[in-house]
């Protein structure tokens, strides 16, 4: 096993609903640790550049739009195989195919409004930090 980070984002329908405490709750049960934490609004063209890998595909306009409809708090989580385990704790993207006691499948209003997103490799983990966050904002400890 190793210590691993990954870029989790909680989304504007979550943030809407005040519901990051349960799911920073959720995440920490998991055994995940938060070392990295703010509260942003996404522009346009930030949450554009963010989710460039989509730009061909049907969803990418709305997945933009929704994702500059209100604020996130984005965060660097930390623990052995970070990636993996917060895929894990997140669900699948469809609610209705999450496991109980996932976030998506106790939080998530839709598909789209699924209230988190996490990085989904190493490497993606590392730019996506990266993009949010400067090495000076990580705290190891």
């Not at 504007?12 to 959720?26: S, W």
């Not at 990085?119 to 000076?136: G, L, M």
Request: charged fraction near 30%; charge should be neutral.
């Amino acid at each position: 096993m190793s210590t691993e980070k990954t870029l989790s984002i909680i989304k504007p329908d979550a943030t809407a609903r005040n519901i990051t405490g349960k799911i920073n709750y959720m995440i920490e049960k998991s055994g995940l640790n938060i070392i990295a934490q703010k509260r942003i609004k996404l522009s346009k063209e930030v949450a554009s550049r963010f989710y460039e890998v989509h730009k061909e595909r049907p969803f990418f306009e709305d997945l933009v739009s929704f994702m500059v409809s209100g604020p996130v708090v984005v965060q660097v989580l930390q623990g052995e195989n970070a990636v993996a385990l917060y895929r894990r704790v997140m669900g699948a993207t469809n609610p209705d195919d999450a496991e109980k006691g996932t976030i998506r499948k106790e939080c998530a209003l839709s598909i789209e409004a699924n209230s988190v997103h996490g990085s989904d490799s190493v490497d993606n983990a590392k730019k996506e930090i990266s993009f949010f966050f400067s090495e000076t904002e990580l705290y190891e400890g």
